[in-house]
């Protein structure tokens, strides 16, 4: 059963805030300042913890400072009878769930504590564990698939493609693949198909003799050599052209070759992880790639998913990326606001997690205190799917009506006022009905309207 700490300077406050709560079934602690919340806190565990602002001695805002040094993740909902938009935003920036004033309606309070308590799932009681498999970062059942496949395949000599967006991790997965593999200790040797011409393509692949061409001063091995009784990682395997695919093909089969210029047989044990972001199968209909040389990559083929297909990811990538350029930058930033984390929740990342690395790099640099706001995370003007971004004329023309199926975040940061509060018209300044047609939630959009000064006509 939840325990919620109430901590109100007026009798009548606590007294009807515990009776609400312990008639919805929660546990309740009540005191009278922030001293007395920090003695209860001491000795018991609390599952949130509900604060008027201003009280005696030690207030709602520093009382609240207090608990995020203790745990961060523990929701803390703020109360006063004297909003004010330097309270609410102080209290947002340093890491409150949500701020409300009095008197405040029994069903909003009620709605706003159910929500903040079902963020904590058994993984948000505890602190976030970064669940990593050989580097992988991602609890998900989407990527323990991943997981339990490579367990199964790695220990076999069978060669790999690995398909997926750009920025999913695939090389990651090569990675994985050939440490959980019997040849760990044998060389790993990557190579990005797309980097090179084809001239220089294949004395990379295959190496060379002294002379063989202009510049060739000495013999030089190539990568299935240096790879020889290990793995050779072709990135970009969509890009070869048919010469180099002919040759490779050569080499799958028959497990030998030539250096450029030379006579000599070369034979190689190698397992070729190979991996790319087309989808090989329609650029083998198309005639852009040799289908005997795909059926003799894709002996595993292993399916990488999309950021966007594994949210569950989210917080567990927000976490190692905060850690890492928090160090980097020499800065204390320690988690996202809850309004900041629901912004990725419902963002689409094409770019994937390399995009999320970026937004979470960019928000540690610009961000001066120690949670990130969502002014401080800088996302893709676009959606997958679209071709273009929205045009400034659009808003200029008062053009509206076809934005809202793409949602608030698609909308350029300096018209976000002049959309929100267009949509508060459409919608007779129903702010249910707002937050649906912006596809934010209610909180977001209520956020929203204090950070801009939106008055409801």
Same mark, same amino acid.
């Given at each position: ?119 904590? +799932? ?66 790993? @040797? ?123 990811? @989210? ?60 002014? +401080? ?22 053009? #509206? ?17 002049? #959309? ?26 209520? #956020? ?10």
């Amino acid at each position: 059963m939840p325990t919620i700490l109430v901590v109100d300077d007026e009798l009548s406050m606590r007294e009807f805030l515990k009776i609400l709560l312990n008639k919805e079934g929660y546990d309740t602690h009540v005191a009278s300042d922030g001293l007395s919340a920090m003695n209860i806190l001491e000795n018991h565990p609390v599952d949130m913890v509900i604060t008027d602002i201003r009280m005696p001695g030690m207030g709602g805002l520093p009382l609240l400072e207090k608990v995020k040094e203790k745990n961060i993740n523990l929701p803390v909902i703020m109360i006063t009878a004297y909003a004010s938009p330097e309270d609410a935003v102080a209290a947002m920036k340093n890491g409150a769930y949500d701020y409300i004033t009095k008197p405040f309606k029994v069903a909003e309070i009620k709605d706003v504590i159910k929500a903040a308590l079902s963020r904590l +799932s058994p993984e948000d009681k505890k602190p976030h564990h970064l669940d990593s498999f050989h580097g992988i970062i991602g609890n998900s059942p989407e990527m323990q698939k991943i997981f339990d496949v490579i367990k199964k395949i790695a220990p076999t000599h069978a060669n790999v493609l690995i398909q997926g967006e750009s920025g999913t991790g695939k090389e990651l997965v090569a990675r994985a693949l050939h440490n959980y593999s019997m040849v760990t200790d044998n060389p790993f @040797v990557p190579i990005t198909c797309s980097a090179l011409p084809e001239s220089l393509f294949e004395s990379e692949l295959f190496g060379h003799v002294k002379g063989a061409f202009t510049g060739a001063i000495s013999n030089k091995s190539g990568l299935f050599e240096l790879a020889n009784n290990g793995s050779a990682f072709l990135d970009e395997i969509g890009e070869l052209t048919p010469l180099i695919q002919t040759k490779l093909l050569r080499v799958l089969q028959e497990r030998e070759f030539k250096r450029v210029g030379g006579t000599e047989t070369i034979k190689i044990n190698v397992r070729i992880i190979s991996a790319t972001n087309k989808i090989l199968e329609d650029e083998v209909l198309a005639g852009r790639f040799r289908e005997d040389l795909f059926y003799r990559l894709a002996v595993v083929p292993l399916r990488v998913p999309p950021l966007r297909e594994r949210k569950g990811d @989210v917080p567990l990538l927000v976490d190692y990326f905060l850690k890492k350029y928090s160090e980097r930058f020499s800065k204390e930033v320690h988690g996202l606001s809850s309004y900041a984390l629901e912004v990725l929740m419902n963002y689409d990342f094409p770019g994937n997690v390399r995009e999320l690395e970026n937004i979470i790099e960019r928000g540690v640099a610009l961000e001066n205190s120690n949670i990130i706001l969502p002014e +401080s995370l800088t996302m893709s003007m676009h959606r997958r799917g679209r071709n273009e971004t929205l045009k400034p004329a659009q808003f200029i023309d008062n053009n #509206y009506e076809t934005l809202f199926e793409e949602g608030l975040d698609n909308i350029m940061i300096q018209h976000e006022k002049k #959309y929100i509060e267009h949509a508060l018209k459409k919608a007779n300044n129903s702010k249910i009905k707002t937050a649906d047609l912006l596809k934010i939630s209610f909180r977001s959009l209520r #956020y929203k309207i204090q950070k801009y000064n939106i008055t409801l006509e």
